[in-house]
C-alpha cells in the first residue's frame, strides 16, 4: 500500500486566518508557492508535494502534525525496518 501526506484544511485554515492571511491568495504569497497550488491541494485535488510542505511547516512555523498526516502503507511493519524504533 502506498503511503501519503495530507493535509488537514480545516486545521491549515485556522492557522492561517490567526495569523492574518485571510485569503488563499495571502497564504500563497505567505508560503512562497502559487495560489493554484494553494486551491488544488486544499480542494484535495493535488497532494502537497515537499515544497509545499516544507514551505507550510516553515512559513507558519508549525509542526508537521498540525496540518498534516501520513496515510496508507503502515511502514513500520515492513521487514525493512523491523526493529527500528522511533
Known amino acids: 500500500m502506498t503511503s501519503h501526506v495530507r493535509i488537514r ?3 491549515l ?3 492561517a486566518t490567526a495569523k492574518g ?7 500563497a504569497k505567505c508560503l ?4 493554484s497550488t494553494v486551491g488544488r491541494v ?16 516553515k ?3 508549525i ?3 498540525v ?3 501520513v496515510t496508507g502503507g503502515d511502514i513500520a511493519s515492513t521487514p525493512e525496518c523491523a526493529g527500528v524504533a522511533g
Do not use: C, H, M
Open 9 to 11: 484544511p480545516d486545521a
Open 13 to 15: 485554515s485556522k492557522i
Open 21 to 27: 492571511l485571510r485569503s488563499r491568495y495571502a497564504l
Open 32 to 35: 512562497g508557492v502559487s495560489q
Open 42 to 57: 486544499l480542494d484535495g485535488e493535488q497532494w502537497p508535494g515537499n515544497e509545499f510542505i516544507a514551505a507550510t511547516i
Open 59 to 61: 512559513g507558519l512555523d
Open 63 to 65: 509542526p508537521f502534525d
Open 67 to 69: 496540518v498534516f498526516e
